[in-house]
């Protein structure tokens, strides 16, 4: 029971970061601290996030 709430609650987090990064757009937001940039660099310049990959 405990395992399959953490799978939905999984899928829904993963869904929810799809949701905020589009790899195809030409700006990106950061899920952890909104902060904008660029399309090209795989980390939030702002607060570090590895985002990518
Ligand atoms: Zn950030």
């Known amino acids: 029971m405990q395992a399959h ?6 899928g829904a987090a993963r869904r929810a970061v799809q949701s905020v990064i589009d790899l195809d757009a030409p700006e990106r ?6 902060a904008r940039f660029a399309a090209g660099p795989t980390k939030c310049p702002d607060c570090g996030l590895f985002i990518g990959g």
Not at 29 to 34: I, L, R, S
Request: proline share 8%.
């Open 29 to 34: 937001e950061c899920p952890a601290c909104a």
């Open 5 to 10: 709430w953490d799978d939905q609650f999984e």
